[in-house]
Structure formats: structure tokens, C-alpha cells
Nanobody, 116 residues
């Protein structure tokens, strides 16, 4: 059974950092595109960062480029997103995402709040 479980969210002050983790149980990660999305209150879910399986290219939302990075630890079946220089506008529920050849999978989300 496949499952995505995010963790690592919390409350952080502006300028701080967090690392989100996504345990991708049942997935063979090198074969799939992986990404992180977020949804702020009253807003639509938006893509934050995505790594394509076809060529390894990483796409970033303009608002996070230079601050957020994505990585993968295959031995632990885990995807990470390092978030630096956090801003109040980064406050949202963050979701990891895996795209296989015929399905899209989502985790349950983890809350990130950036506030002083």
C-alpha cells in the first residue's frame, strides 16, 4: 500500500528555517516525479517545487526560488524540502506529491506558520 506522510512543520519566526519530510511508503522514488505544494487559508493550492523524474529538472515557484530546495534520500524513501529565509507569506499547509504513470498521490499535509 502506498502512502505519503509529511512531517516537520511548525511555528517559526520570519527569517528562520524548517525542513519538511515526506515519507513515501511503497514508492520507488527514482522513477516518479515528486513535489511540494502548499495551500494558504482562502487560497488555492499552489505548486512550490517539483523534481521531474524524466530528466531530474527542478522547477520552483518564483516566490520560493533561492530559498527552498528539494532533496531525496532513497534509502529512507523520503523526500525533503529545506525552507530558508521564511516569510509570513509562506504560512500554509504543505503537501508532498508523487506522480506515477497513472496516478497522483498526496499526503495529509503539515502546517507551517511563519510569525513573530
Amino acid at each position: 500500500q502506498v502512502q505519503l506522510v509529511e512531517s516537520g512543520g511548525g511555528l517559526v519566526e520570519p527569517g528562520g528555517s524548517l525542513r519538511l519530510s515526506c515519507l513515501a511508503a511503497g514508492f520507488n522514488l527514482p522513477y516518479y516525479s515528486i513535489g511540494w505544494f502548499r495551500q494558504a487559508p482562502g487560497k488555492e493550492r499552489e505548486g512550490v517545487i517539483c523534481r521531474r523524474s524524466s530528466d531530474g529538472r527542478v522547477d520552483y515557484a518564483a516566490s520560493v526560488k533561492g530559498r527552498f530546495t528539494i532533496s531525496r534520500e532513497d534509502a529512507k524513501n523520503t523526500v525533503y524540502m529545506q525552507m530558508n529565509s521564511l516569510k509570513p507569506e509562506d504560512t500554509a499547509v504543505y503537501y508532498c506529491n508523487v506522480v506515477t504513470w497513472n496516478s497522483v498521490y498526496w499526503g495529509q499535509g503539515t502546517q507551517v506558520t511563519v510569525s513573530s
